[in-house]
């Protein structure tokens, strides 16, 4: 069974709110990068993990992403 390419990747950023650092991750894929999807490693590996897994179209990214948020 071919290996799918991995097209979601957790990223690591320092963002910043009124003035005071934290950090975030968010993802790169094929079509850009989205950030500050949560303070939560666990959670973005977990999500990058299953978009991979079930090789989710990446035109429908943004919306899967707001739609798991708590």
Same mark, same amino acid.
């Given at each position: *069974? !071919? =290996?799918? $390419?991995?097209? #979601? =990747?957790?990223?690591?950023? /320092?963002?910043?709110? %009124? %003035?005071?650092? #934290?950090? +975030? #991750?968010?993802?790169?894929?094929? +079509?850009? /990068?989205?950030?500050?999807? +949560?303070?939560?490693? $666990?959670?973005?590996? %977990? *999500?990058?993990? *299953?978009? $991979?897994?079930?090789?989710?179209? !990446?035109?429908?990214?943004?919306?899967?992403? %707001?739609?798991?948020? !708590?």
């Amino acid at each position: *069974m !071919p =290996q799918r $390419n991995r097209c #979601y =990747q957790v990223i690591c950023e /320092t963002m910043v709110c %009124e %003035e005071v650092p #934290y950090r +975030s #991750y968010g993802m790169l894929t094929r +079509s850009g /990068t989205i950030h500050d999807i +949560s303070t939560d490693k $666990n959670f973005v590996e %977990e *999500m990058a993990a *299953m978009f $991979n897994r079930i090789d989710v179209d !990446p035109a429908r990214i943004g919306d899967i992403i %707001e739609h798991m948020l !708590p």
